[in-house]
C-alpha cells in the first residue's frame, strides 16, 4: 500500500497505486511541454505557469479520495484558476495576466467559459466559478516546494504577442487590434495547455497508443525536394499550349515570391490556372526560406478536400498528408494507419494539412479543447484560404482580423487563393495590404482570355432552355436551386423517353438531394464520357463550380453573383484545347440566361430582394447591363465593392464586441468565449443527416449499425464514417419524413432507406425524395 501523503494526478486500470501517475510527475512533464508549445510565439513562461497550476486542485483530500474510489465529482480545476487570478495582476495593455491564465486553467476540460452567464452558455461562468466553494488544496505548494518546481513570477512573464506587432498597426487602430488580439492569445495559450496535457496523459493511460505519435514526417526541405521533381517531370510530360505557358508562368512568379517578407498574400488565378500546385510550391519555398514549420491548405467543400488530398498524396505519399474533415473514412485504412490519422488530426502535428473552412476558421473562434487543441500548431505556419470569396459576407471583418493577428502576432503568412478575388481593399480592419503573388498577368491573360466567349441570352422560356441543351452534344447546365436542378433534369428527360431515347445513358442529374458517394460516381461516370467524346448532358446545382475537375465545350449559367458565372465558366474549355473540326482551337461557350417566372414562382420584391441569392441576381444582372449587356471577367472586382457596400460584414457583432475596448478593461476582463464560438457559425443552418443505406459499401455500414443497436458509443462513433452516404435535410422536412415513419433511429443516427415495402424513398438519378411523392414520383431509367 502506497503511503498516503503521495499525491496522485491519474489512475490506471487493473493496477496498484504504485503504478499510477503523482501529481508531481504529471505537473512536470505538462508545465515542461506546455512551454515549449507556447514558446514558438514567445511565450513559455506564460505556458509554465498554466502547466503548472492547471491541476492544482487534485492536490485536494476530496480529489484524492475519489481516486482511491470514493464516487464522487470533485472540482479540481477553480483552485489553479483562483491563484493565478491572486498572484498575476501584472497587468496588460487591457486585461490582468491572471485573469487570462484563468480563463485557460478554467477550461482545460470543458471548455473556456464566458465572464458572465448569458442566454445561450451551458457552462459556469467565470464569475460563478470564483464565486464556489472549492477544495482546499494548499497541499500543493508544499508538493512544488518539495518537487523543487519553481512558478514563474509576474516579472517572468514575457509580454503577450501582439505588443511588439502593434507598430505595424497604424495609431488609432492599435486599442482595436489589442482588444482583438487578447482573446487570441488566451486561445492559443489554452491549445497549448489541453494539447501538452491530453498528450501527458495519453502517455501514461494508453502507452501503446502514444508510440504511433513517434512517425517520422518530411522535413519542409525534404517535401519541397519531392514537388521540385514532381513539377519537372510533369512539365516535360506537358505540351506547348498558352494554357500550359500560362501556367509555368503563374508557378513562375510563386518561386519568386517565396522569399518576400512574411504577410497576407493574394494568388488571383483563373480556374485551371495550376493554383493548387503553384500555391503549394510558394507555400513549401517560404517555409524552407524563413524555417516555417507546416503548409495548411484551407478549402470550403468537402469534395474538394478529397480531390486536393488525393492530389497531394500523389506528390509526398500517404504519410505527410492528414486530410481532416467531416466524412473522412479512417475505416478504409489499416488499423495502425487509420489510429495514427485519428490521432493526428487532434493537433495537427503533419508537415501538410488539407482541411475545411469549418474546421479552420471556426476552430480560430472556439472555446472547446478539442476545436482548440491543435491551435498552437497554426504557429509558424503557411495557410493556403482556396476559394477565398467563399467566406460569408456576415462574418468577414472578424474573419479578416483573425487572418491579420495570426500574421502580426502568430508568424503565419496567409494565402488568399481563388479565381475570384474578393474585392478587400479598405475591408482589413487594421488596414493590412495584401501582397499579389502573380505579377506577370500578360501571359495568362492572353491564354485564359481566349478560352470562353461568353453570350448573355436574357430571359428565355423553359421550353427554349430544353430545345437549346437538346442541340448539345457536350455540356453543362447550371441553376440556382435544387427544386430547378431536378425539375428541368426530369423534363429533358421526359422529352428522350417521349422519343423512346434512352436518355439515362447520357443524361445526368447533380445536387445536394443526392448522397456525396453517388454525386462522385455520377462525376466520374461524366468524366469518362468526356474524355471519350461521347454525348453528355448534365443538369446541376452550383456545387460543380468551385474546383470540381470537369471540362465541358459548352456551359449554360442560370444568372447569379459575377463570382458564380465566372465559376462556372471555368468547367469551359478548362485547358484550352477545344479545337474546330480542321484542328484549329477554338473558344468555349457560356451561355448566361435567366428563366421566366411562372405564375407560381412569383413573389413580392421585398421578398425577393431579402433572397440572398437573388440579391447576387440583382447586383450582376445591372452590372452587366451597365458594361453594354457584355459579361466580362474585369467586372468582377465591382461585383464584389457592391455586394460588400450592401452587405452588414460584421452581422454577428463578434468584431465589435471583440474590440470593445471599454468592456475589456473591465475586471475579468468580460471576455465570453463560449459566446464567440456559438456565434462564428460558417454554415447557419438548422439540418438533419439522413444516412440512405445505397450502395455496397453504405449497405455494410448499416449492417454493422445494426449490430451495435444498442450500443450508443459505437454508434455515435459511425456518425463521422455515415457522411459520405448521408443527405442533409431542413429539421422540418426530418420531421415529415419521420411522421410517414419513414426514418428509422439507431441512437444519433437516422436512417432512410433507398427502397422498403415497395415505396421508393431515394430516386437512382435525383436522390432523396420528398415526403409524400415516394410512390407517386416515376422512376426514370
Not at 103 to 130: Q, W
Not at 390 to 403: C, E, G, Q, R, V
Not at 660 to 687: A, C, H, M, V
Request: glycine share 6%; charged share 25%.
Amino acid at each position: 500500500m502506497e503511503p498516503r501523503n503521495i499525491l496522485y494526478a491519474h489512475t490506471i486500470e487493473d493496477s496498484s497505486p504504485s503504478e499510477w501517475q503523482t501529481l508531481a510527475d504529471h505537473t512536470k512533464n505538462v508545465s515542461e511541454l506546455c512551454s515549449e508549445f507556447a514558446s514558438e510565439f514567445g511565450c513559455k513562461n506564460w505556458g509554465r505557469v498554466v502547466g503548472i497550476e492547471h491541476d492544482r486542485g487534485k492536490a485536494s483530500a476530496q480529489f484524492q479520495q475519489r481516486l482511491l474510489g470514493k464516487k464522487e465529482s470533485v472540482d479540481h480545476k477553480t483552485a489553479g484558476t483562483q491563484w493565478v487570478i491572486d498572484n498575476y495582476r501584472l497587468p496588460g495593455l487591457l486585461a490582468n495576466a491572471g485573469c487570462l491564465m484563468a480563463y485557460v486553467i478554467a477550461g482545460h476540460h470543458g471548455g473556456m467559459p464566458d465572464c458572465f452567464f448569458g442566454e445561450t452558455s451551458k457552462r459556469k461562468s467565470m464569475n460563478e466559478l470564483l464565486h464556489c466553494n472549492y477544495p482546499d488544496a494548499n497541499a500543493f505548494d508544499k508538493l512544488m516546494c518539495d518537487e523543487r518546481i519553481t512558478v514563474p513570477t509576474s516579472d517572468d512573464l514575457e509580454p503577450m504577442p501582439y505588443v511588439a506587432s502593434l507598430q505595424q498597426v497604424p495609431k488609432e487602430q492599435c486599442l482595436y487590434a489589442a482588444a482583438f488580439a487578447t482573446p487570441v492569445f488566451c486561445r492559443f495559450l489554452f491549445s497549448c495547455l489541453v494539447d501538452a496535457d491530453y498528450l501527458d496523459t495519453e502517455n501514461v493511460m494508453s502507452p501503446e497508443v502514444a508510440l504511433l505519435r513517434r512517425h517520422r514526417f518530411a522535413s519542409i526541405k525534404e517535401l519541397l525536394a519531392m514537388l521540385e521533381a514532381y513539377m519537372k517531370q510533369l512539365q516535360s510530360s506537358s505540351s506547348l499550349t498558352p494554357v500550359n505557358q500560362a501556367r509555368a508562368s503563374v508557378l513562375g512568379d510563386c518561386i519568386e515570391a517565396a522569399q518576400w517578407n512574411r504577410g497576407l498574400f493574394t494568388l488571383t488565378v483563373p480556374t485551371g490556372g495550376g493554383k493548387t500546385l503553384s500555391s503549394l510550391m510558394f507555400a513549401l519555398r517560404h517555409a524552407a526560406y524563413y524555417g516555417m514549420k507546416r503548409i495548411i491548405f484551407s478549402i470550403p467543400f468537402t469534395s474538394i478536400v478529397e480531390q486536393t488530398a488525393e492530389v497531394l498524396r500523389g506528390v509526398f505519399g500517404d504519410d505527410n498528408v492528414l486530410e481532416h474533415h467531416s466524412s473522412y473514412d479512417f475505416e478504409s485504412l489499416n488499423e495502425e494507419k487509420g489510429l495514427e490519422q485519428r490521432l493526428a488530426i487532434q493537433n495537427w502535428e503533419a508537415p501538410i494539412i488539407v482541411t475545411t473552412n469549418v474546421q479552420l476558421l471556426e476552430s480560430l473562434f472556439a472555446s472547446k479543447p478539442g476545436k482548440c487543441r491543435k491551435l498552437h500548431n497554426l504557429v509558424n505556419s503557411v495557410i493556403i484560404l482556396d476559394e477565398a470569396q467563399s467566406i460569408p459576407d456576415s462574418l468577414m471583418k472578424p474573419t479578416l482580423a483573425m487572418f491579420e493577428s495570426m500574421v502580426l502576432s502568430y508568424g503565419a503568412s496567409i494565402v488568399l487563393c481563388t479565381a475570384t478575388q474578393p474585392a478587400l481593399d479598405g475591408e482589413w480592419p487594421f488596414h493590412s495590404e495584401p501582397r499579389e503573388i502573380v505579377t506577370h498577368r500578360e501571359v495568362f491573360d492572353r491564354a485564359f482570355s481566349l478560352r470562353v466567349t461568353y453570350d448573355v441570352l436574357g430571359n428565355i422560356e423553359r421550353t427554349s432552355l430544353l430545345d437549346l441543351l437538346c442541340k448539345e452534344q457536350q455540356t453543362l447546365c447550371i441553376v440556382g436551386t435544387k427544386q430547378k436542378a431536378r425539375a428541368l433534369y426530369q423534363e429533358l428527360a421526359q422529352i428522350y423517353e417521349d422519343q423512346r431515347v434512352q436518355s439515362n445513358e447520357f443524361i445526368f442529374h447533380l445536387s445536394a438531394n443526392m448522397t456525396p458517394d453517388h454525386r462522385g460516381e455520377v462525376l466520374s461516370l461524366v468524366r469518362e464520357r468526356l474524355n471519350a467524346g461521347q454525348r453528355v448532358i448534365v443538369i446541376s446545382t452550383q456545387l460543380v463550380e468551385a474546383g470540381v475537375d470537369i471540362d465541358f465545350p459548352v456551359v449554360y449559367r442560370e444568372m447569379a453573383g459575377i463570382d458564380s458565372i465566372l465559376q462556372a465558366a471555368g468547367r469551359c474549355n478548362r485547358n484550352g484545347e477545344r479545337k474546330d473540326d480542321d484542328g484549329n482551337l477554338i473558344n468555349g461557350n457560356v451561355y448566361i440566361f435567366e428563366l421566366k417566372q411562372d405564375d407560381q414562382d412569383k413573389t413580392s420584391e421585398v421578398a425577393i430582394v431579402r433572397n440572398w441569392l437573388e440579391q447576387m441576381k440583382l447586383i450582376a444582372r445591372e452590372i452587366i447591363k451597365s458594361n453594354g449587356n457584355v459579361m466580362d471577367e474585369s467586372l468582377v472586382k465591382l461585383f464584389f465593392k457592391r455586394r460588400y457596400a450592401q452587405s452588414d460584414l460584421d452581422a454577428q457583432k463578434l468584431y465589435s464586441d471583440l474590440t470593445d475596448i471599454n468592456l475589456i478593461r473591465k475586471p475579468l476582463g468580460n471576455l465570453k468565449f463560449e459566446s464567440y464560438e456559438q456565434r462564428y457559425r460558417l454554415i447557419e443552418d438548422d439540418t438533419v443527416p439522413l444516412f440512405v443505406p445505397r450502395g455496397e459499401k453504405a449497405r455494410e455500414l448499416l449492417h454493422e449499425l445494426l449490430q451495435n443497436e444498442h450500443d450508443k458509443v459505437k454508434t455515435a462513433n459511425m456518425v463521422m464514417r455515415l457522411q459520405r452516404f448521408s443527405v442533409a435535410v431542413p429539421r422540418y422536412l426530418a420531421q415529415k419524413y419521420d411522421k410517414e415513419g419513414l426514418i428509422k433511429h439507431y441512437g444519433p443516427v437516422a436512417v432512410i432507406p433507398v427502397k422498403e415495402d415497395g415505396v421508393v424513398c431515394y430516386d437512382e438519378t435525383v436522390g432523396l425524395l420528398d415526403p409524400g411523392e415516394e410512390v407517386m414520383l416515376p422512376m426514370v431509367f
